[in-house]
């Protein structure tokens, strides 16, 4: 049975004061690294044959807390960063509402393209959930930890369940450093193990990697 382990990066400066960071290299703060350094041993423990991870630093560096622990190489695959957002990336979500009303509405309202360049949601989950199933597949019946992002986690693992817009609203979003377990069989194919699952220790200002999860 292949066991996947989807990981969202640790906190940056940005998540603090709820600043879109989308495809924008926003680095891991100091809470970001020790979240990473704290949650890398629950995930050694767990014998990863392998190790993939977005290609923007907050998602790289996070996963090199595990590298540093498994001796493990890292791959890095640009299908697996955050959801581009457009001309939203770099603003607060309170300086998105103010100068694109209509556009942020229907974003609140769940639309899968509100506009203003954002990636429809449909894009975005078969963009990260293809790069999912290839890790997958380049170690069958093994263990894959993937560091990747929130909002590109929970829409990439929708894609692989076959799960639809109105069940994905459903799902809680990802803390900083926690991750989302699905396992594949050839009879049943990918089902959901375990679900923000790491350490409930968050600390002050551990913010969201994408925009509230209303959005998504």
């Keep these: 049975m292949t066991r996947l382990i989807v990981w969202r990066h640790g906190n940056t400066d940005w998540n603090a004061v ?7 290299d926003v680095p891991l703060n100091d809470l970001g690294r020790e979240q990473a350094a704290s949650a890398a041993p629950l995930l050694a423990a767990l014998r990863p044959d392998a ?8 998602a790289a560096d996070t996963a090199a807390a595990l590298v540093a622990l498994t001796g493990l ?4 695959d640009p ?33 899968q393209d509100p506009g203003c360049e954002v990636e429809s ?3 975005l989950g078969k963009r990260v959930g293809t790069a999912l199933q ?8 093994g263990t894959i930890v993937v560091a990747t992002h929130g909002g590109g986690a929970r829409q990439g693992c929708g894609y692989l369940l076959g799960w639809d817009s109105t069940v994905l609203r459903a799902v809680g979003s990802l803390n900083n450093c926690h991750w989302t377990e699905l396992r594949h069989d050839e009879v049943r ?25 209303a959005a998504i």
Excluded: K
């Design 18 to 24: 709820n600043r879109v960071q989308g495809q924008l």
């Design 51 to 58: 190790i993939v991870a977005s290609d923007l630093r907050r």
């Design 73 to 76: 190489p890292v791959r890095t």
């Design 79 to 111: 299908r697996l960063r955050e959801r581009y957002y457009g001309r939203w990336q770099g603003l607060t979500m309170t300086e998105v509402a103010q100068r694109f009303p209509a556009e942020h509405a229907r974003w609140r309202a769940g639309e």
């Design 121 to 123: 949601l449909d894009e």
């Design 134 to 141: 290839e890790a997958a597949d380049g170690v069958p019946g």
């Design 189 to 213: 194919g990918w089902q959901l193990r375990g679900h923000n699952v790491g350490l409930i220790a968050q600390g002050p200002g551990a913010g969201l990697d994408h925009p509230p999860p």
